[in-house]
């Protein structure tokens, strides 16, 4: 198999799903997608949970000290945050998703074009941000096999059925931040080999969790967390991870 069969199977699960959630959602009443999108939302918080325990991780501690965690995951979310809301991360992501909108489907309306673009916002960060993305992603490039690609792919081929029931084809528009993603992780791979040890790793996770977090605020109607904001998070863990162990 070539470097990068594993976002091509994912991005494939995700349209094949997402596919079958709109064709199931025209049959379900307003009130059963909304039972649907608080499924989703209480499962996501589930899966950000258990991705932000990643601030426990023992290589992670190990690399930086115990109290060092935290901080780690703190001044990442504010650094990202100060970052991403600087360059209107969240106006540029909606916008966008307004823009695929209007290409892709004959809806005009005001709540057709705000289901559009929460749907392929939410489906977006929660199909990117894990820690089979990262992982998975590079160790496909690296030549190491795809399984952990694979097994994310069956998982967000259901994930897509169950948001595209609520949401519609905002959700398929996901796979196009998925080959973005996870096609650039690959390239990453394959260019520069193991590139994240297993503390920058976990402190990514851990982050990554959070901003799961913010999704599932977002699906509970709890608030409208810009979590687009805040994907800078991402990028700045590993570094202060790097800066903590220096200083230890």
Not at 53 to 76: C, E, F, K, R, Y
Not at 176 to 199: E, F, S, W, Y
């Given at each position: 198999?070539?470097?990068?069969?594993?976002?091509?199977?994912?991005?494939?699960?995700?349209?094949?799903?997402?596919?079958?959630?709109?064709?199931?959602?025209?049959?379900?009443?307003?009130?059963?997608?909304?039972?649907?999108?608080?499924?989703?939302?209480?499962?996501?918080?589930?899966?950000?949970?258990?991705?932000?325990?990643?601030?426990?991780d023992p290589a992670l501690v190990a690399h930086i000290g115990s109290s060092a965690p935290m901080l780690v995951v703190l001044g990442s979310l504010l650094v990202g945050g100060i970052v991403g809301s600087g360059l209107r991360l969240e106006e540029r992501v909606e916008s966008l998703g307004g823009w695929l909108q209007r290409r892709l489907t004959s809806g005009t309306g005001t709540a057709e074009r705000h289901r559009f673009v929460?749907?392929?916002?939410?489906?977006?960060?929660?199909?990117?941000?894990?820690?089979?993305?990262?992982?998975?992603?590079?160790?496909?490039?690296?030549?190491?096999?795809?399984?952990?690609?694979?097994?994310?792919?069956?998982?967000?081929?259901?994930?897509?059925?169950?948001?595209?029931?609520?949401?519609?084809?905002?959700?398929?528009?996901?796979?196009?931040?998925?080959?973005?993603?996870?096609?650039?992780?690959?390239?990453?791979?394959?260019?520069?080999?193991?590139?994240?040890?297993?503390?920058?790793?976990?402190?990514?996770?851990?982050?990554?969790?959070?901003?799961?977090?913010?999704?599932?605020?977002?699906?509970?109607?709890?608030?409208?967390?810009?979590?687009?904001?805040?994907?800078?998070?991402?990028?700045?863990?590993?570094?202060?991870?790097?800066?903590?162990?220096?200083?230890?």
């Amino acid at each position: 198999m070539f470097p990068g069969i594993g976002t091509v199977v994912n991005v494939v699960t995700v349209l094949l799903g997402a596919g079958l959630g709109v064709l199931l959602g025209h049959r379900l009443s307003e009130r059963t997608r909304d039972v649907v999108t608080d499924g989703l939302g209480l499962v996501t918080l589930l899966i950000a949970i258990l991705s932000a325990l990643n601030v426990t991780d023992p290589a992670l501690v190990a690399h930086i000290g115990s109290s060092a965690p935290m901080l780690v995951v703190l001044g990442s979310l504010l650094v990202g945050g100060i970052v991403g809301s600087g360059l209107r991360l969240e106006e540029r992501v909606e916008s966008l998703g307004g823009w695929l909108q209007r290409r892709l489907t004959s809806g005009t309306g005001t709540a057709e074009r705000h289901r559009f673009v929460e749907g392929f916002v939410a489906a977006s960060l929660l199909f990117c941000t894990g820690p089979l993305t990262i992982l998975g992603s590079l160790n496909d490039g690296l030549g190491r096999g795809a399984d952990e690609l694979y097994l994310k792919s069956a998982l967000d081929g259901f994930a897509a059925m169950a948001f595209a029931a609520s949401f519609g084809w905002g959700v398929a528009a996901s796979a196009i931040t998925i080959v973005v993603v996870q096609g650039g992780l690959t390239v990453v791979g394959v260019l520069l080999g193991d590139v994240l040890p297993d503390a920058h790793v976990a402190a990514l996770t851990a982050v990554g969790g959070l901003l799961l977090v913010g999704i599932a605020l977002r699906l509970l109607r709890v608030r409208q967390i810009p979590v687009a904001d805040l994907l800078p998070a991402l990028v700045v863990a590993p570094f202060l991870v790097a800066v903590a162990a220096a200083v230890r």
